[in-house]
């Protein structure tokens, strides 16, 4: 088990809502990563926080959010969903090491936007 | 732009066959590359990692910078290791993430 949780599990949900996902990182973890897997994209890199401070982005949409806290735990926000949003949400979460990390993974969150 | 290449989404062998997961890569940094498997409801765990130069449960790979590839192998497959396996490159100078393959599904036979 790779420590990483991520809550809740599944989300079913209407077009147009907002949802939040929650990641809790690993013990010592300052780097938390959000990702997206969908059939036609597969694993996309959405977003990189390190330490309460947005590192880097990817082809996340603006409707999209994230945010890491004190406690080193990162929300996502995806707001007026859309079908297209359903997908497994995953987040990672690594130490640094010299100049690299290695991210592990939590078990995702499901999006069924209905 | 980076680009993680498995050109196999399905690979079934049989049990004791060898196996090679194939992955290409572009990415005009020096690279840094992982194999991540997923087996079946389960959650993405590291496999192995090309700077580690290690055998994880009896897999290898080894980058090839010249053919740009990091080709999974295990000389004899077993039942267990069926399962979704990524490869994904790592990128750097301040925007690190992992850009992933599309996966290849293993499916060992007995």
């Known amino acids: 088990d790779s420590g990483v949780t991520q809550t809740p599990k599944h989300l079913i949900t209407a077009t147009g809502q907002r949802v939040t996902l929650r990641c809790s990182p690993r013990s010592g973890d300052l780097s938390v990563y959000w990702y997206q897997q969908s059939l036609d994209q597969g694993l996309q890199f959405l977003i990189h926080?390190?330490?309460?401070?947005?590192?880097a982005k990817g082809n996340i949409l603006e409707r999209f959010s994230a945010q890491q806290f004190p406690d080193l735990h990162s929300e996502l926000n995806l707001s007026s969903l859309e079908l297209g949003d359903s997908a497994l949400y995953f987040c990672a979460s690594s130490v640094w090491v010299g100049y690299t990390d290695t991210q592990y993974f939590g078990p995702g969150t499901r999006l069924t936007v209905l | 732009a980076q680009r993680v290449t498995q050109p196999e989404k399905l690979l079934s062998v049989f049990k004791g066959a060898p196996v090679e997961l194939k992955c290409n890569y572009s990415?005009?940094?020096?690279?840094?590359l992982f194999w991540y498997v997923q087996y079946s409801r389960q959650r993405l765990q590291l496999l192995l990692r090309?700077?580690s130069r290690e055998s994880i449960k009896g897999f290898t790979a080894d980058l090839n910078k010249g053919e740009t590839s990091f080709h999974l192998k295990k000389p004899f497959a077993q039942e267990e290791d069926s399962a979704m396996y990524y490869c994904a490159l790592r990128t750097q100078g301040g925007s690190e993430k992992l850009v992933f393959g599309k996966g290849t599904k293993l499916t060992v036979n007995p």
């Open positions: 926080y390190y330490n309460g401070e947005e590192r």
């Open positions: 090309h700077i």
């Open positions: 990415y005009s940094g020096s690279p840094e």
